[in-house]
């Protein structure tokens, strides 16, 4: 009973399922059904199921019949009003398709219209890619045919980076994409070739745009009211300029370098290497390229010391070469950096000063030096002016300016041989007042009672007085024109001034005095006027000093100013011409000499002075008559030397071991000759002298001849060595040869041929002379 139950209970679970599930989920209940014992009782329980439902729809069926008929009923009314209504739906329907035919041909039309409007929709924004594609191609062909390569790259990228991957698949843009490599290819030669061509320009113009930046140095100068003059000598130091670059230049004005020469093949390149990515390559080239040009720049040619313009071009081309690398450094953002610039500039100083001591030292031109120190200072200023250091080129113009002085020396010493060669030696005539202020405006030359005096009058001094003072004035001119711009303070110039013109008057013109001293033929009346004028010279020195005080605004009371030399230079010329002078008269005294002609073995001797010794005298007058522009020691001097020459020579005449024997008769002679040089002494030729202190000069002489014409040996040998002798000035030595040349009385005309007949105690007597004066000898000797 109780399984009975439970399988009732399932039978009814399932039945409720069935009615209550989709049919398509029956399966799997049914089947249990199937699968157990009582489906049997299943369907039985099933049927009875079916039948209470089916009382139910017929009950159902029965409360709703009457309405089933009357809705029946009705149908059947309206079926009339249906078939009307069917045949007016037909009616209708045939004419909406009459009607829609027009509809559905012009619907089709659409249709194809909007299919047309979409290909076209579709072809405009394929056409929309393509055609930037084939509008950047056709700007990118036409900047290839321009040469505008940096934008036909920016094209070419941008074509390749936007452009073409838009655009789509298609053939044209596979030929372009293609093609792009070779582009580049083509544009990087192209503007490597540009920059060759450039670099090559560049070198055969540097010195055009070197010129040009030096110019422009000379113009700034001018513009800031420096020196007109040098101004004017610094622009003439270069030529016309033709210009023959990318630019036009307008008339009276001076360009500059980036006026002069088109940079953009460098800047193109660069930034054509830069997009390729081969920057650092492009840099390294560069460089390279440039660092031989500099060394080629930097080599002078052999003969460039030969002119003016082999410097000038020389230094307009480093100039332009740096000008041009200036540029470059500041507006290319890195293709050369300072460092760069700063290693090429130190070799380029390095080599520049090397060439130009080198060359230099071939130069003999004081204005070439002069010119080339000028255009020196102009190359530093204008590179100075682009940020280059220059301080060694001012120092080297410094060891420069030592050869300048070297060179000057050398051309003032023709200066100065010239003067001297030409010049009369006699002193300047003038015959106006005109004439004398010219004169007196050469030379600082005061005297009132010169200027007290009618015309015509004499200066005291010969024309190179002035001519050598205005020589000394230029000297220092050109001195001055060398300091000039060398960044020197004016007690600087001042002392290389004075230095310099110490080294012209102790070297230069103390030589050239020298060599008119020396020279042959020079007379004692020049003589006496170079004394005269170096004595002039000698008291214009402070005037020199002035001068140079002037010029450089330093005051001569300095306490470091360098004093001129020009007083010991005149000083020592003078001295010079009076040993000159007294070495002048002593040869024209022996010349004189030269014309005795004495007979030694005169038995007596004449009673006037020999005609070579009257000579002489009047000589001598006349020569002292000329003495009187002379300091008075000078002509004292001059006269005393000239008189103790006549007496020493004289006495040496005596005494020539060619002079065997000497008679009374000629002793008496020489005595005449000797009393006739001391009549000269005594006349006193030059004034200044005090008492008969001239004729000391003659004493030696005079008490010799009075020993041997008087015979006074007994007194000699008495008093000899005191010092109140009266032959005190005579030397044994001497009066013993003397004696030896007349003791011989082989001869007749002996002097003592008149004692013959005495002559055993006579010759007794010289022996005995003889004897004491060679003890006498002796004893002094010991």
Known sequence: MAQSADTAAEHQRILREVESTDTNCLGPTLRSVYDGQEHGLFMEKLEGRIRNHDREIEKMCNHHFQGFVDSITELLKVRGEAQKLKGQVIETNRKLRNDGKELLATMDELTQCRLQQRNIATTIDKLTHCLPVLEMYSRLQEQMRAKRYYPALCTLEQLEQSCLPRAGEYRFCAIMAENIPVLRAHIRDVSMSDLKDFLESIRKHSDKIGETAIKQVCVREGERGGNAQKRETSLNIFPPLYFTFNYEVMPNLVPGAQDLVDFSPVYRCLHIYTVLGSRDTFENYYRKQ?????????????????????????????????????????????????????????????????????????????????????????????????????????????????????????????????????????????????????????????????????????????????????????????????????????????????????????????????????????????????????????????????????????PPHMVNATKLYGTSTFKDARHAAEEEIYTNLNLKIDQFLQLADYDWMAAQGGGQASDYLSDLIAFLCSTFSVFTHLPGKVAQTACMSACKHLSTSLLQLLLEADVRQVSMGALQQFNVDVKECERFARAGPVPGFQGDTLLLAFIDLRQLLDLFIQWDWSTYLADYGRPSCKYLRVNPHTALALLEKMKDTSRKNSVFSQFRKNERDKQKLIDTVVRQLRNLIAAHQS
Not at 444 to 460: A, R, T
Not at 478 to 486: F, P, R, T, V
Request: with cysteine; glycine share 4%.
């Open 290 to 554: 440039r660092r031989k040009q500099a060394r080629l720049v930097l080599q002078p040619n052999s003969n460039m010391h030969e002119t003016l313009e082999g410097y000038r071009r020389y230094f307009n081309q480093i100039v332009g070469f740096f000008v041009v690398e200036d540029h470059v450094l500041h507006t290319t953002r890195g293709l050369v950096n300072r460092a760069y610039v700063e290693e090429l500039w130190e070799l380029a100083l390095s080599k520049t000063i090397a060439a130009l001591r080198t060359h230099s030292s071939y130069c003999t031109d004081p204005d070439l030096i002069l010119d080339l120190k000028n255009l020196i200072v102009l190359f530093a200023d204008t590179l100075q002016g682009y940020g280059f250091p220059t301080s060694q080129l001012f120092d080297m113009l410094l060891e420069l300016r030592d050869q300048y002085g070297e060179v000057l020396l050398k051309k003032w010493n023709r200066f100065f041989r010239q003067i001297l060669d030409q010049d009369n030696y006699s002193p300047i005539p003038v015959a106006t007042q005109e004439e004398y202020r010219r004169i007196a405006g050469q030379f600082p030359f005061q005297d009132p009672e010169l200027e007290k005096m009618s015309f015509p009058k004499k200066f005291p001094f010969s024309e190179f007085v002035p001519k050598v003072y205005s020589q000394l004035k230029e000297f220092i001119y050109a001195c001055l024109k060398y300091s000039e711009d060398l960044h020197l303070s004016s007690t600087e110039i001042d002392d290389m001034i004075r230095k310099s013109t110490n080294l012209l008057l102790t070297r230069t013109l103390s030589n050239c005095l020298q060599y008119a001293i020396k020279k042959k033929n020079v007379g004692l009346a020049e003589l006496v006027q170079i004394i005269v004028n170096t004595t002039h010279l000698e008291m214009s020195c402070h005037y020199l000093e002035e001068f140079i005080s002037n010029i450089t605004n330093v």
